[in-house]
T-cell receptor, first 114, second 115 residues
Framework: DAGVIQSPRHEVTEMGQEVTLRCKPI?????LFWYRQTMMRGLELLIY????????DSGMPEDRFSAKMPNASFSTLKIQPSEPRDSAVYFC????????????FGQGTRLTVV | AQTVTQSQPEMSVQEAETVTLSCTYD???????LFWYKQPPSRQMILVIR??????QNATENRFSVNFQKAAKSFSLKISDSQLGDAAMYFC????????????FGQGTRLTINP
């Protein structure tokens, strides 16, 4: 398996533009997580899905952020409009919703909003 | 809410020596998982070792071992025979065993290996 695949690896955009980050989880995994990593706040969970259904989106910072999982093999995180403070590394991770499992992370998307 | 604290922002060790990274956590749960993740400059999050709270035996993976003290809510990582490739950020993380499988991370410790 190729692991969790995120795209793009790097994104530079201007303030006010829409940004879409993409994630393909490991085949067969039914839990998907979006994390954000910043120097100030460290790694924090934004949202997670079980069986394509959003379970907890309490970490989504504000209405400018939205996430979807239209099927078991694809998820998006969208920021509209983007702001400089959204600059961060965004990770997607997937796992099996079972007791004894670990989460596998993608390589992250480094987002820079100028 | 669960919290994870890593009190050492930075650590350094001589190559081939042993180093211990500290982690404490707070939870009211009795059953949970604890993890150490490594993040090298490539940014990839790599699972180093995992500990189930219901197991008294400390987990070991080759040169990596943990000291799990459940009553003290302490979970330290020991790296033996440090190698240059061990240089990275190390994150301690907590996860409940039931329900939400989200990870709660500590702030990380940057480990430098001196040749």
């Amino acid at each position: 398996d190729a692991g969790v695949i995120q795209s793009p690896r790097h994104e530079v955009t201007e303030m006010g533009q829409e940004v879409t980050l993409r994630c393909k989880p490991i085949s067969g995994h039914n839990s998907l997580f979006w994390y954000r990593q910043t120097m100030m706040r460290g790694l924090e969970l934004l949202i997670y899905f079980n069986n394509n259904v959003p379970i907890d989106d309490s970490g989504m910072p504000e209405d400018r952020f939205s996430a979807k999982m239209p099927n078991a093999s694809f998820s998006t995180l969208k920021i509209q409009p983007s702001e400089p403070r959204d600059s961060a590394v965004y990770f997607c991770a997937s796992s099996l919703y079972l007791r004894d499992t670990e989460a596998f992370f993608g390589q992250g998307t480094r987002l820079t909003v100028v | 809410a669960q919290t994870v604290t890593q009190s050492q922002p930075e650590m350094s060790v001589q190559e081939a020596e042993t180093v211990t990274l500290s982690c404490t956590y707070d939870t009211s749960e009795s059953d949970y998982y604890l993890f150490w993740y490594k993040q090298p400059p490539s940014r990839q999050m790599i699972l180093v070792i995992r500990q189930e709270a219901y197991k008294q035996q400390n987990a070991t993976e080759n040169r990596f071992s943990v000291n799990f003290q459940k009553a003290a809510k302490s979970f330290s990582l020991k790296i033996s025979d440090s190698q240059l490739g061990d240089a990275a950020m190390y994150f301690c993380a907590y996860r409940r065993s039931r329900g939400a499988q989200k990870l709660v991370f500590g702030q990380g410790t940057r480990l430098t290996i001196n040749p």
